[in-house]
């Protein structure tokens, strides 16, 4: 795929860079210059090259991010069960060390392309771009990125993806939004995971957690599920479709329309 | 931790423009990072102190300017400042906000040198090869 969009992208970078940056002389000799760039502007600038491939092959890309443990793998393997044959899904797994979750979601008939990434916190877009060389994205409807579980560095670096999805398990606290803002700002859907435990713990409060993720100014809709016992997992679903469906119709819009839909996705 | 792939993609960046620029030497760096920016300063600094060896800017001054939250209310159309996790219209408490300032990660200026050329210039002002 990359033959028609070349990877090399630090020239690419320095070429922007050229056409934005002004000169000026200080008194002492020195030289301040203007640069106003993006700190990121080499990811974001891969970032949005990843997009552009998703929506070239028609894919849906979802980020999937939350603390370590809260479900994420259980979750898409319930959704695989439940849509495997209504949409063509693939998953890339984001992990420090271990294959495990790229061999959970293969034993299910999904391609998954696991990404180890060391020391690293989080996924970046290189990373995913690297993944996806080894994805047929003709075959693919629904990809899901799933991230390294972390509610604080993932939420820097843009993946390409169309939406972020956030889980919040009910054996962490009500006051996580309020705590990882940043995280829980960019939701555009979090799911409150682990339901079935709620009647053990009685001060996870969703109502509460609800409020958190409003007083960040985020609308996304929140939904309580159990991937064990499947409870709320059709609301869920239907969103999915919805989302499906809603991509479907953008990506019949110009490109320029449609990158505007991802600009509150960016960092400046 | 992401503060140092921040920082190491910072200082490509840095190093890309005073290459472009024909600087030996990178003096200060300027930042603007908001508080919903997603780096901690902090550590961001201390990031930098070990990312900077060996680069354009080893011996530059780091400088981050924090900027505040601004948000613009879409019910009472009033802007004002908010908190990081409560981005609430500080006029009517509306929730349907949206962010004017406040999630910047920005390189906003440089400060460059040239040792050689400044060697190479006599009292006259004229080069010398």
């Known amino acids: 795929m990359c033959e028609t969009c070349g990877c090399n992208l630090t020239q690419a970078n320095e070429h922007l860079l050229a056409e934005d940056a002004k000169l000026a002389h200080t008194a002492s000799g020195r030289e301040a210059l203007e640069v106003l760039s993006g700190l990121l502007a080499e990811n974001d600038h891969q970032a949005g090259h990843n997009r552009d491939h998703f929506d070239h092959h028609g894919v849906l890309a979802i980020n999937l991010m939350s603390s370590p443990g809260s479900g994420k793998t259980v979750l898409l393997e319930r959704t695989i069960q439940s849509l495997g044959e209504e949409f063509r899904l693939a998953v890339i797994e984001g992990d420090l060390e271990t294959e495990n979750d790229a061999q959970r979601i293969r034993a299910l008939g999904v391609p998954a392309m696991q990404i180890t990434t060391g020391s690293a916190c989080h996924l970046d877009a290189h990373m995913v771009h690297q993944a996806l060389h080894h994805l047929d994205l003709d075959e693919v409807d629904l990809l899901f990125i799933e991230n390294v579980g972390n509610l604080v560095c993932p939420a820097s670096f843009d993946l390409g993806q169309h939406l972020n999805l956030i889980l919040l398990s009910v054996t962490e606290g009500d006051d996580k939004p309020a705590k990882y803002p940043v995280m829980f700002r960019a939701a555009d859907a979090v799911l409150i995971s682990k339901t079935d435990l709620l009647p053990f713990l009685d001060d996870f409060r969703p109502d509460q957690a609800e409020a958190r993720i409003r007083e960040l100014a985020n609308p996304a809709p929140v939904f309580g599920v159990s991937a064990k016992t499947g409870s709320g997992m059709d609301a869920w679903l239907a969103w999915l479709r919805q989302e499906m469906a809603a991509h479907k119709a953008r990506l019949g819009r110009s490109p320029e329309l449609r990158s505007e839909d991802w600009k509150h996705h960016r960092h400046p | ?129």
């Open chain 2, 1 to 129: 931790m992401h503060e140092l792939s921040i920082c190491q993609a910072l200082l490509r960046q840095v190093e890309d423009i005073a290459r472009r620029e024909g600087a030996d030497r990178v003096t200060k760096i300027i930042l603007r990072v908001g508080p919903l920016g997603g780096v901690e300063p902090q550590l961001l600094q201390q990031a930098f102190g070990f990312a900077r060896v060996g680069t354009l800017a080893a011996e530059a001054e780091l400088s981050i300017e924090e900027a505040e939250i601004l948000v613009h209310c879409l019910d009472c159309d009033a802007e004002g400042q908010a908190l990081a996790n409560r981005l609430l219209c500080p006029v009517c408490g509306s929730y349907r906000t949206r962010l004017l300032r406040g999630d910047e990660l920005i390189l906003a200026s440089l400060e460059l040198t040239r040792t050689t050329r400044d060697l190479l210039t006599d009292s006259e002002g004229y080069e010398h090869v």
